[in-house]
């Protein structure tokens, strides 16, 4: 919506988008791959899945589906982490 409260232009969000790139001179990014990034990052910073999904307006099943791979890495990361807190104090 506007400031008067009328619809915008479908595509204008993009076209604004595009010209922050251009006049900041950043890489090139679509909307979606932002949507992309934001969950990574938030995955990789550990945030629970039930709290990405609902930012993004999905189910935690489709996170999983999307971002497995990821989920796949932090749980490997989780056993080393652990493996390593049980030789810290000598219970390997």
């Known amino acids: 919506m506007n400031s008067a ?17 251009a006049v900041a001179k950043l890489p090139d990014v679509t909307v979606h791959g932002l949507r992309h990034t934001h969950a990574t990052i938030l995955m990789n910073e550990k945030m629970p899945v039930r709290v990405i999904a609902e930012r993004l307006g999905n189910t935690p099943q489709m996170i999983h589906s999307v971002y497995g791979h990821l989920l796949k890495e932090l749980e490997e990361e989780s056993v080393m982490v652990f493996s390593k807190s049980l030789e810290q104090i000598g219970a390997n």
């Not at 409260?5 to 790139?21: C, D, N, Q, S, T």
């Open 5 to 21: 409260g009328e619809p915008v232009y479908h595509a204008l969000p993009y076209f604004i988008m595009k010209r922050v790139i």
